[in-house]
């Protein structure tokens, strides 16, 4: 499912909006700016109802053409033999809680999944404001999340001044996803090339599809790419937060991974500057890109769909091609392995669709999540040269 941005997901940025969509203020925020902006929701836990079953097999039984008439009833109106064995089976049924001569008495009863020994994800989180749901199906003992507890994050980072303030903050699929992202420290500043945004990110979901995260983001302003650093060979620059009902303990592993951060920062910086200063030609990039993608499908009359599958290939590697010579890497910043990366990067995040998911659902992703296997594969590609 991808992670678009609905009507009512909050949605609020210093300076850009995302696919034109919610709210810019036109600077970083400060806390105070921060909190003018508040979560729309808290996260609730509700027992989950199924219909109830006797309800359902009685009338199955009445609507099912293959019981003649005589089957249901005689002809002087007394119960049929198909009726009265219903009935009786009815009357036995575990979960037949209304009893009226073996038949429901309410055909809008419904009955707690708990009813059900042995069935323990019970329950479901909806949102306190329009009842959305936002995950179906967790036990009762499951932490909630709940994006109210970033706030003091943020607070004591600004507070703290390890933050310059709050690049984007929102929610994401009705809810679903949440972040935070914060600017950190000076940008930085390439010759000739662009400025890098240094950030720091704090994501989590109630669908169960990223855990309580954070880590450290790169946003380059001249093309517009926001990606997470463990690309850079640092497999360790993200890190989970354990699930916790206690705001401090919340707060207090989130101020360690900080500190983390800033010292990772600056090894970020340094890797940064190398692969600037390295070279990487343009038949090397045209070499590394073939090694990202599949072999070439040769067309076969033999095989069905070769010649589409062909056209497919060509077409990929002609796009990825395009935004290796486009405008945003003109200069000396083309043929280095930054420019190789940023074109892959920059392919992945604004050209390539995904299966199932929206351009903007993929997008918003990408900036907030990093999911970019192809970005991935190719800075591990780069490390190697």
Known sequence: MSADIYDDDLAVYARTAWHQKGFVHGELLDNDDYLNHPWPFHAERGELYIHNPTWVQWQQLLTDEKFHASALRTQSGALGPQMRATRVALRAHPLNVNKINGMPRDPDEYIPLSSFEGVTQTQAIRRSDNGYPLNIGITEHRALTQYHMFDEVVASLLERGFATGVESKGTLQHGRKGYVTLQVGERIDIENYSKINRYFTLADAHDSTVSLSARPTLGVVVCANTFAAYVLNNDTATWTIRHTRNAQEYLDA??????????????????????????????????????????????????????????????????????????????????????????????????????????????????VFGDMPLTTKAAQLLVQV
């Open 254 to 367: 989130a101020i360690g991974i900080f500190y983390e951060n800033l010292e990772l920062q600056q090894e970020i910086n340094k890797e940064v500057e190398r692969w600037i200063d390295t070279s990487f030609t343009e038949g090397q990039f045209m070499d590394m890109t073939r090694n990202l993608m599949p072999p070439c499908p040769e067309i076969s009359s033999e095989v069905e769909g070769s010649a589409r599958a062909h056209t497919q290939w060509t077409n990929r590697f002609k796009a990825i091609t395009a935004r290796y010579r486009g405008d945003d890497l003109d200069g000396f910043i083309r043929e280095t392995k930054w420019g190789a990366l940023m074109a892959i990067q920059g392919y992945e995040q604004h050209v390539q669709k995904g299966k199932g998911r929206s351009t903007q659902g993929k997008h918003v992703d990408q900036l």
